[in-house]
Every structure is written in C-alpha cells, then in structure tokens.
C-alpha cells in the first residue's frame, strides 16, 4: 500500500483583521463570529480619533445584533465594519452581516421603541440617519449591511 502524507490541517482566518480598501477615506475591520469587541473600540478609536465614543457605542450595538441575528454569529460567520470618512463631518458606517439565520424568513432590522438604550433605539438616538440593504441571490438573502450616519459637528 503506498504511503499517503497526512494533509497539514487548514489554519483557520485571523480575525480581526484590518481591511484594505481602495479609498484612503474608508477604514474597514473584519470581525469572526465572537463577541469580542475589544479589537473592534480599539480600531473605532483609531479610525475617529476625538469622536469614538459614539462611534464606539454604534458599532457595538450593531455588531452585537449581527452576531444575535443574522449567521455572523455562528462558526464561520463574520461581521465586515467600514468607515467612510469622504464627509468629515458626517461619517458613514456600514456594518454587513451573513444574512439571516435559516429559516428565519425574511427578517430586517427594526426599530422597536420599547427597547430603550440598546440595539436600533441607540442607533437612532446616537446617528442623524440610518437604514439597510441587502443583497439577494434569488432564493434568500446573501447580506444584509445597516448604514449610519454620524454627525460630529458641534451642536
């Protein structure tokens, strides 16, 4: 019988990982499937220096629902985080997820007022505009990506 080498095994992504966009006004994070937000405020407060706080605080609430709602938060999943800094003064965030989880149907983010501080309520709180797309491939949803808009000026 002949002698088959063992396959080495497949090391797994590295997440997070800074992404690499082709505008110098956009800053992107790609985050795994755990709830580990430390590399992700660490990254908020470099890409806004001065402003992350609100940053910080958006991106969390989003990143959260993601790994709740959608197939970011199982094995495999990611959440892909970008900042387009092209408005200095009114930041655009895109937080995109896996889609949601199977047979789920067709869910979508909503603002539900009784939830208070926390989810989509802090999102509309902390952010001038916000909304979401998707991408479908004909039979389901494929990524579902929130926008938000934040405004640094001072008020």
Excluded: K
């Excluded at 660490?42 to 605080?57: E, K, T, Y």
Aim: with cysteine; glycine share 10%.
């Amino acid at each position: 019988m002949q002698d088959i080498p063992a396959r080495q095994a497949v090391p797994e992504r590295s997440y997070p990982r800074r992404l690499r966009l082709d505008s110098p006004h956009q800053h992107g994070i790609l985050l795994g499937h755990t709830c580990e937000y430390a590399p992700l405020i660490g990254w908020c407060r470099s890409v806004l220096p001065g402003h992350a706080r609100p940053l910080i605080q958006v991106a969390r609430a989003l990143v959260d629902n993601a790994h709740r709602h959608s197939r970011s938060g199982s094995p495999g999943g990611t959440v892909r985080v970008v900042l387009d800094r092209a408005r200095p003064l009114l930041p655009h965030l895109y937080v995109t997820d896996n889609g949601p989880l199977r047979g789920s149907g067709i869910d979508y983010p909503r603002l539900e007022r009784q939830a208070g501080g926390c989810g989509l309520a802090l999102v509309e709180r902390l952010s001038v505009y916000w909304d979401f797309s998707w991408s479908w491939d004909g039979h389901r949803i494929r990524e579902l990506t929130v926008q938000v808009v934040l405004d640094l000026t001072d008020r």
